[in-house]
């Protein structure tokens, strides 16, 4: 397949995607009263293409970095079957506006619904493909415009660049250093045998990503079969988890690409795993999300997983559908496809709350088919107070949760309003106090920021 099975070599150069360059924005203003818990604060309708009355189902949504009066989504075609590939639009909100309705957009065709911003907040990984050694991103301006960006990807002694053509994600590390992006490379004389591609990029600069390891994913993960669900790097950038839409999941090391646990290998077909990290700890902890209900929580120590946390969440013909950490790693959210939102903390993963009205379980007519309201996505806002909740008939409905009464929480939230993230490596503060003002596990010792 033309794939190159060298070792990275290191380098030294400065990695330009640093932090965001302004102060945190809140999602309500200064002075002004919260309202009641639990209550809907605002409802975004999506419509089809071109003013056509079609539903959208928001199959992915999030906060910018930093930013809590700005969300994107991602919207496919409801009623559609689930495919690798998938078109669909991508826009961007200001929360701010009243209006609940907007005909900007930027057409994409975007094979797995997971968003990932640079650590700076400028690039979002929604993909159009290309070809030719390009990925074409989402560039998010301060305004909340959206402007296609078209990355160039130097595979260089690689061979072929065209097998970047059917990119299935670009996932940027927190650390700003390196990207990773997997790809379907199957050849046409060879279509029933998928072959897939993990390749980790040095970022040179914005708009250009170098090569430096790449490999096929059914050599570096044992039994690897299926399509990608998701891709993510821990908290301190050392570790990236894969998971399939056969239930696997594995760890690998992001400096090479070797593997350093592969945690499910077996098959299970109908059953897609997603992965996250915990963000409360640097790479130690991370969970997994199947859709016939089970959650899982894995501890690594010593180069072994170990499952400390195995809970059913949902029964029978309910699916998770939908996870997602908080910021800082206190409390999760999963959707179902019976129109819930189970909030946890994380500790024991208690339930502390579910959002459901009744118009999220009743039954509606779309395209004269009998239909049950899903959650598709979730997002925390960076203050943990407010959540993003994304359907299958077309809104993103934003949750008022109950307010966090931590008085560091409460502090660190007080001093990102005024000091943004690139200048808190200045500030004469101790190093693991401006990581928690970092959200982050980054060496500011080392002058990474």
């Known amino acids: 397949m ?5 070792k990275p070599k290191e380098t030294s150069e400065q990695s330009p995607l640093n932090l965001c360059s302004f102060p945190y924005r809140p999602f309500h203003a200064d002075g002004k009263l919260f309202p009641p818990p639990l209550t809907v604060l605002k409802q975004i309708k999506h419509s089809g293409p071109l003013g056509l009355n079609q539903v959208m189902k928001v199959t992915a949504c999030a906060f910018p970095p930093n930013d809590d009066k700005s969300l994107v989504t991602l919207t496919t075609f409801a009623g559609l079957p689930l495919r690798n590939f998938r078109a669909g639009f991508f826009q961007c909100w200001d929360l701010e506006q009243t209006q609940e309705t907007q005909d900007d957009s930027l057409f994409t065709y975007s094979p797995r619904p997971v968003c990932c911003f640079s650590p700076n907040g400028e690039i979002v990984s929604y993909i ?16 909340c415009s959206l402007e296609p960006l078209k990355i160039d990807c130097d595979t260089a002694g690689y061979g072929d660049r065209s097998l970047l053509s059917r990119a299935l994600c670009c996932v940027f590390s927190p650390d700003g250093f390196k990207a990773v992006t997997v790809s379907n490379v199957t050849l046409e004389n060879h279509r029933g045998r998928e072959t897939n591609e993990i390749c980790l990029w040095q ?47 594995y760890v690998l090391k992001s400096e090479n690409l070797e593997l350093f646990s592969a945690i499910r290998t077996d098959i299970v077909a109908g059953n897609p795993c997603t992965c996250a990290f915990d963000p409360g700890y640097p790479h130690q902890k991370l969970a997994a999300c199947f859709e016939d209900g089970l959650f899982q929580v ?3 120590e010593d180069g ?23 910021p800082d790693g206190s409390l999760a959210a999963f959707g179902t496809s019976q129109g819930m939102v189970i909030i946890t903390e994380t500790e024991i993963f208690q339930t502390l709350y579910q959002l459901v009205t009744s118009h999220n379980i009743a039954q509606e007519t779309i395209s004269g088919e009998s239909h049950i309201r899903a959650v598709c996505s979730v997002a925390f806002t960076r203050s943990c107070q407010e959540l993003a909740v994304g359907e299958n008939d077309g809104f993103v409905r934003i949750w008022q949760l109950p307010l966090k009464f931590e008085l560091q929480h409460m502090c660190r939230l007080a001093i990102n309003k005024l000091v943004p993230p690139n200048q808190i490596k200045d500030l004469p503060l101790p190093v693991n106090l401006k990581a928690y003002l970092l959200y982050s596990f980054l060496n500011i010792e080392e002058d990474i920021l």
């Open 298 to 300: 894995w501890y690594f």
């Open 304 to 326: 072994q997983a170990k499952c400390t946390r195995e809970l059913q969440l949902v029964q029978n013909s309910d699916r998770l559908t939908a996870f997602s950490y908080s």
């Open 2 to 6: 033309g794939l190159d099975s060298c």
């Open 203 to 249: 970022v040179i600069s914005k708009k250009r990503l170098k090569s430096y390891w790449r490999v096929s994913c059914e050599v570096v993960l044992p039994r690897f079969t299926g399509h990608l669900a998701s891709c993510v790097f821990s908290a301190d950038s050392t570790l990236l988890a894969i998971s399939s839409s056969l239930s696997q999941l």
């Open 128 to 143: 159009l493909n290309t070809g030719n050694g390009h990925i074409i991103l989402a560039e998010l301006g301060p305004d």
